[in-house]
């Protein structure tokens, strides 16, 4: 007995499509064929954890957001994207010296924006690291020319 009938039109003929019944096995698991190796699991675990601090951040929990983006920093090291957003959140909470140490490793200007580059900038001037401040005074203005 079928649980299910399904009946379709196609060109003016009626198919019969029997559907699924109780005692009809289940679909079996998925088994990869390749097995992931370390750097593509630390990679969509990077991901994950990106997705985590972006909701964090949407929802005004820039902590648990600079938490979150730091981990992906962590996990893969090659994607500004993560490293850039933590900047924007450690700014944020205020979090300069921890903000400016992720700026420093490299972001992608563009993403930071100038402003946040430029109040990190300026928070090292005030340090007295005029070396690093000038790092980031000329990303900042690189950003402002692109937006022209």
């Known amino acids: 007995m079928f649980s299910a009938i399904i009946f379709a039109m196609t060109a003016g003929t009626l198919l019969v499509i029997p559907g699924v019944s109780e005692l009809d096995d289940l679909p079996a698991p998925f088994v990869a064929v390749k097995a992931r190796n370390e750097a593509e699991v630390d990679r969509i675990e990077a991901l994950a954890h990106f997705a985590a601090g972006r909701t964090f951040q949407q929802r005004g929990d820039f902590d648990q957001a600079v938490r979150q983006y730091a981990r992906a920093d962590r996990l893969d090291p090659e994607a500004t994207t993560a490293r850039s957003n933590l900047v924007a959140a450690a700014v944020q909470e205020k979090q300069f010296p921890l903000a400016v140490r992720y700026a420093l ?3 992608d200007p563009q993403e930071v924006g100038n402003l946040y580059l ?7 001037t005030e340090q007295g690291d005029l070396a690093h401040a000038i790092k980031l005074y000329e990303k900042a203005l690189a950003v402002s020319h692109a937006k022209g």
């Open 105 to 107: 490793k490299g972001v």
């Open 118 to 124: 430029g109040r990190l900038a300026i928070y090292l």
